[in-house]
Every structure is written in structure tokens, then in C-alpha cells.
């Protein structure tokens, strides 16, 4: 049944897809990716419709200046460190957060924000979760500093996604319509988007609903008509998550923060509000941080990840993909990632 | 990390709840949910109901694929 439908799609975006110019669409989420190269749905489009992946791999896009600086607060500070598996895995000058580890720093993998509020109920030491993720995550960091525990903080890498979609837009890059996130979606709802004058179709994670996205979007572009439509009805409104809207407002500012591959983004930062700074690791430890220094990772000079964060080339198209660079042995945080695209494509098999 | 799945809500002790994963149960923090009730789905990401989501299309599957696909022209 699955199959059929799929096919169905297939041939109904070929046909719509018949004699326009070339066109590229985007998307932005890492389960998309995973999606379309498990289901080989690229191999599904027509010739004139190219389907690229973008900055939306939450591990991906965090520049390592935010990585040296939770390194040199862990050597620097007796403090546990809190944070997500893939995370723990980037490298950094051949370190990582999971090399801290075996050198004896207490760095310990979470699976939920909440796990680290226990490890921090039930110990005397500071306890350092190190935030990242999309507007998916940041409701639940606001939850967790609103919580109130007294040896809890948070080293924000959170970033807003919906200015990113606008960055790359008046970037040099040619994209004529997005497949926007699910999951930021559920969040943000369908209003956020509707400024972004560009076609663009809020979808699901099955394949059916990667296929119909591909489909309203070649209509859309087809009929110029720069419009949001939400094909993940099932889980996302017009309002999006209101509530989680307020947390994440409540405990969140808007600054200006870099990306890697994108630069500075406008009003993409999380920072954690000067009302609950006793909860920001920046504040809380700012003498550690004044003397830190960011520096450029001479093992990475060869790494496109940032090429590959802007959809401007494939991961076949990096000299190290697969040889030097693998899912056992990355070079940069697209191979760490479970949601990287160089990641997605090593395990199963991208093209 | 922007990875979440979809689950049945079993039992309500708030702020948690059991979501059922396919046979895999889990306590996960429903705060950011209005009016949860039990035998409703939630999507979960990081231990945290982030949305509700429509039972009808997850158990009418095949059947709301087959109109969408008819509904096309
Ligand atoms: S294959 Fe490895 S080195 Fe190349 S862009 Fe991807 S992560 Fe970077």
C-alpha cells in the first residue's frame, strides 16, 4: 500500500514537474533527510527538480567557538557536564566532550533535560547542561530553568530556526521553495512562516508526506504563489504549541549569533533573559570565560560541512567523505550527528 | 535531536504521563500540554510531549492516504 502511494505521488509530481525550468527545493530537518535517503526519494524526481539538504541538524550547525568554550569550562571548573549523545561525539582539535570522559571529567549523556535535573537534585557540585536544539528543545530548557534547581545551569547553544529560513533566502543561494521542519513546526505553527515570501510546505516524516510536499511545492512555484501550506496536519496548527511559545519566551532573548556554514544569523541566538542569568553558565562562570580564546581547528580545514549545511554541495562531493571522514571516525559534526547529512548518506547509502 | 516520536498517553500523574511507543512504555513530562487525556496521542522529543496528535490519522492510515491521493487532481 505504502509503495503505491508513493509511486501515485512520483508520477503525479513528474507530470507537474513537466516542462518547467530546473528548480531545487529545500528542506531543513534532519529526520527529512533521513527520511528521503532511506526511501531513496531522490531517485523518484523528475530530471528539472533537485532536492537539497539544509541547516537542520541542530549538532551540525552549533560553530565550534561554543564547543571550545564548554571544553575549557570543564577543564577549567569542577562541574558536571550534562548533555545529548551526538553532542558528545564532535570533535574538536581530536577531542571531544566523550574524550573529557575517559580523562576523568564528569561529562554524563542525557537523554532528556529532566535526567540532568535529577543528576543535579542529587549532587553537591554544579551541574552544567549544555543546550542546544532547535525551538523543538528550547521549551524544555525554559521548563528546566524555571524549575528552579539551585546547582543547575544551562550553557545555551539554542538557536531559533525560523530566522535561519530568512538568512538563506538573502543568501546567494537559489532555492525556490522550502519543506519546512515538522518538528519546529508543532512548536512555532504555521503563523511563523507566513512573512517568509517564498513557497513552502510545513511536512511530516513519512515519505508520503516528503512526496506530497515535493508536490505542492512544485505547484506553488509553478503558479508563483509564495504561500505556507501545512501538510503536517496531524501535528501542527495555525498557533503551534502556545504554551510552549511562553516558556521559551519567558526564558529566552533574541541575539544575533553565528552558525557553522551560515555566519551570523539575525535574531537566531538563544540567550538565557538577564532575569534568570543565575541560571546562565556564561554568567555564573564568567571569570573561567574571560580569559578563553576561540582558535580554528586546523583538522577540520579540509571539512565542507558548512558547503553542506547550505545545500551547496552533496557529501559526495567532499574529498573526505567515507575515507578519512566516517560515522566510526568524524571529521565534522555532519558525520557525528545521526541527523548530519554526511552521517544519514555514509549509513544509508545517499546518492 | 529534533527526532520525535509518536506515542498513546495510558495513565496521567501530572506533570508526567506513560506514553506507549509501540509496546515500549515511557514516563515523559506533559507540562507543555493543554487538556491531555488518557488514549490520546502525543508526539515526544527529549522526554517531553511537544504537541497532541490526531488519533484518526494514525489509526486511519492507509485509508486518509487513499483520499489524499484521490483529492489530487
Ligand atoms: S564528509 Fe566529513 S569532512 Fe566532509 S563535509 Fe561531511 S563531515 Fe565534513
Given at each position: 500500500m505504502r509503495s503505491k502511494i508513493i509511486f501515485e505521488l512520483a508520477k503525479k509530481i513528474e507530470k507537474e514537474a513537466n516542462g518547467i525550468r530546473d528548480i531545487k527545493i529545500m528542506h531543513l530537518c534532519g529526520t527529512h533527510e533521513d527520511t528521503i535517503t532511506r526511501y531513496n526519494l531522490r531517485s523518484l524526481m523528475p530530471k528539472n527538480l533537485k532536492l537539497l539538504s539544509g541547516p537542520g541538524c541542530p549538532v551540525c550547525i552549533i560553530p565550534d567557538a561554543d564547543l571550545q568554550a564548554v571544553f575549557h569550562l570543564i577543564e577549567n571548573a569542577n562541574v558536571v557536564l550534562t548533555t545529548f549523545g551526538d553532542m558528545a561525539r564532535v570533535p574538536f582539535e581530536g577531542k571531544s566532550l566523550f574524550y573529557f570522559k575517559s580523562k576523568g571529567c564528569e561529562v554524563k549523556i542525557v537523554y532528556s533535560i529532566f535526567d540532568a535535573l535529577e543528576i543535579a537534585k542529587r549532587s553537591d557540585k554544579p551541574v552544567v547542561h549544555f543546550g542546544i536544539g532547535f525551538e523543538t528543545t528550547m521549551p524544555s530548557t525554559a521548563l528546566a530553568i524555571l524549575?528552579?534547581?539551585?546547582?543547575f545551569y544551562v550553557f545555551s547553544s539554542h538557536r531559533f530556526f525560523v530566522p535561519a529560513i530568512n538568512h538563506l533566502l538573502s543568501s546567494n543561494i537559489k532555492i525556490d521553495g522550502f519543506i519546512n521542519p515538522g518538528h519546529v513546526s508543532t512548536i512555532v505553527g504555521v503563523k511563523a512562516y507566513e512573512k517568509i515570501e517564498i513557497p513552502q510546505v510545513i511536512a511530516g516524516f513519512e515519505p508520503e508526506d516528503v512526496m506530497l510536499a515535493v508536490y505542492q511545492l512544485v505547484k506553488s512555484i509553478k503558479n508563483g504563489e509564495n504561500k505556507v501550506f501545512n501538510e503536517y496536519k496531524r501535528a501542527v496548527?495555525?498557533?503551534?504549541n502556545v504554551k510552549a511559545q511562553m516558556v521559551m519566551n519567558e526564558v529566552f532573548e533574541r541575539e544575533n549569533w553565528d552558525w557553522r556554514g551560515l555566519g551570523v544569523v539575525k535574531d537566531s541566538g538563544g540567550k538565557i533573559r538577564k532575569k534568570y542569568e543565575e541560571y546562565d553558565a556564561l554568567k555564573v562562570f564568567e571569570d573561567i570565560f574571560s580569559n578563553f580564546e576561540i582558535k580554528e581547528d586546523?583538522?577540520?580545514?579540509?571539512?565542507r560541512c558548512g558547503d553542506v549545511l547550505k545545500g551547496l554541495i552533496e557529501p559526495l562531493e567532499c574529498p573526505l567523505f567515507n575515507k578519512v571522514c566516517n560515522p566510526k571516525n568524524p571529521v565534522g559534526p555532519c558525520m557525528v550527528s545521526v541527523e548530519g547529512t554526511c552521517n544519514i548518506w555514509a549509513r544509508l547509502g545517499g546518492c | 535531536m529534533c527526532l520525535a516520536i509518536i506515542g498513546k498517553v495510558e495513565s496521567i500523574e501530572y506533570p508526567f504521563a506513560t506514553v506507549n511507543f509501540k509496546g515500549t512504555k515511557k514516563k515523559v513530562r506533559i507540562d507543555l500540554i493543554e487538556d491531555l487525556k488518557i488514549g490520546e496521542y502525543v508526539l515526544v522529543h527529549v522526554g517531553f510531549a511537544i504537541q497532541k496528535v490526531d488519533s484518526r490519522e494514525v489509526e486511519q492510515y492507509n485509508e486518509i492516504w487513499e483520499n489524499v491521493i484521490n483529492s489530487l487532481q
Open positions: 524549575d528552579g534547581i539551585e546547582n496548527t495555525y498557533e503551534g586546523p583538522k577540520k580545514r579540509a571539512c | -
